[in-house]
């Protein structure tokens, strides 16, 4: 029986890692959860799983938790450093890390330096702190297992002692899918009217709002290639993008002899989850299975820079290192929310990423403390340059 602290639970991530722990009970626990804003689903998790723990971060939701529950099966924390606290718990097994946006950074860092087993969703937390939460997992013995499905179908495709952190061996490059989002046939022309519930409605998958805005830019690729590049040690020239719009190859592993490997599913992040949980045992999901003859064709294009210019900002932020992809990850979230609020156009989030990235100074990676002062500060000039307008 495994405990499980659930991180995120009452997003997209949490509903389908609980779809998989509905299916285990005899081999998955579900000890602890966290919330931030939807206490409602929160309660329901809580009568339903009865974790030991419950970590709430929005001071709104934490009251309206408190009123609602008894005192008895469940504890119930509030904050940040809640969220830390719980994924070192000795009691706990796994943490799965699915909260979103650089939110999810620490507690990604306090699971590794506890030596846990750590089913990391947050690419957010990777592309920002990758130089300090690799080399802590070896030092801890932290074992790093990706559920994004990209990064997920390349460890399936890699030997099985293969862990993560580490240049997989007899590998000449890797490539990673990309659905192209809902507008990757949609002409230059037409982005300038590109709306919110358009960019969120993504043609495969069903996400949180964040990640699919990020899908829609290409940026979450751009992340993705960053979250490869510390993950599998590769440099940023061997991590190859090409647009798959069925979403059914979820990423390839090309070895020095020329045989390349795949992992192809439907387009259900059941099948991640249930490998990460399975900890690379296979465990029955309930998940659609791939029908071939249905399916028909595979399509596959090189990405147009032009329509999605935050997968060139990806790769530059690589190669100049350091702070670099910290700035674009904080910038990239603001400008998402801007855009998801109405304050800017779609087309505004890679011209207020790339203007951000320039006007920074790049530094070594350091701490926790320093990326998180780095984060703040872009945060609050990104918002500043969308409230006076200045987007290019
Ligand atoms: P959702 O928006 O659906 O869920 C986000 C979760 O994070 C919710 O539980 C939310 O709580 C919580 N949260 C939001 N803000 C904070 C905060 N400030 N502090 C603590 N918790 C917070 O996102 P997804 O589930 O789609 O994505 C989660 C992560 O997984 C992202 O990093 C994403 O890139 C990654 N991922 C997601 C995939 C997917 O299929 N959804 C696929 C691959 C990767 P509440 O709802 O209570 O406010
Ligand atoms: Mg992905």
């Not at 990309?178 to 022309?189: C, D, E």
């Not at 997968?311 to 670099?324: E, P, Q, W």
């Amino acid at each position: 029986m495994k405990k499980v602290a659930l991180l995120g639970a009452t997003g997209s991530i949490g509903d389908s890692t609980c779809a998989i722990l509905r299916k285990h009970p005899e081999h998955f626990k579900l000890y602890a959860i966290s919330a931030h804003s939807n206490w409602q689903k929160a309660l329901k998790l809580i009568q339903e799983f009865k974790p030991r723990h419950v970590v709430v971060t929005s001071q709104e939701s934490h009251r309206a938790i408190q009123q609602a529950i008894k005192p008895g099966l469940t504890e119930l924390h509030f904050g940040a450093n809640a969220l830390d606290a719980l994924v070192q718990e000795p009691e706990v097994d796994m943490v799965v890390a699915g909260i979103v946006g650089s939110a999810g950074m620490s507690s990604v860092l306090a699971a590794t330096h506890a030596g846990k087993t750590l089913l990391l969703a947050n690419k957010e937390s990777i592309v920002a702190a990758g130089a300090l939460v690799m080399p802590l997992a070896k030092k801890t013995g932290a074992q790093i297992i990706p559920l994004d499905s990209e990064h997920n179908a390349l460890y399936q495709c890699l030997p099985q002692d293969y862990q993560t952190g580490s240049r997989p061996k007899q590998v000449s490059h890797l490539t990673l899918t990309a659905s192209g989002g809902p507008f990757w046939s949609k002409p230059l022309s037409e982005f300038e009217a590109i709306t919110p519930a358009q960019a969120v409605a993504h043609p495969q998958w069903d996400m949180g709002a964040k990640i699919s805005v990020d899908s829609a830019t290409l940026m979450n690729k751009g992340l993705e290639v960053i979250e490869a590049h510390w993950l599998f040690q590769m440099p940023e020239k061997d991590i190859k993008v090409v647009v798959h719009p069925q979403s059914t190859i979820h990423s390839l592993v090309h070895y020095i002899d020329g045989s390349v490997l795949a992992q192809l599913g439907t387009p259900d992040m059941q099948i991640p989850i249930s490998y990460g949980l399975g900890m690379r045992d296979r465990l029955s999901n309930g998940g659609a299975f791939l029908d071939l003859i249905a399916l028909s064709r595979l399509d596959f294009l090189a990405p147009d820079e032009a329509k999605f210019p935050c997968l060139a900002l990806a790769r530059a932020a690589i190669k100049s290192g350091g702070t670099a992809a910290v700035i674009l990850n904080a910038v990239n979230e603001i400008s998402v929310a801007a855009f998801l609020s109405k304050q800017i156009k779609f087309m505004d989030i890679p011209k207020i990423n790339a203007a951000i990235m320039d006007r920074f100074e790049i530094a070594q990676v350091e701490s926790l403390a320093q990326i998180t002062a780095i984060d703040q500060e872009v945060r609050a000039l990104a918002q500043q340059m969308i409230l006076q307008g200045k987007t290019s």
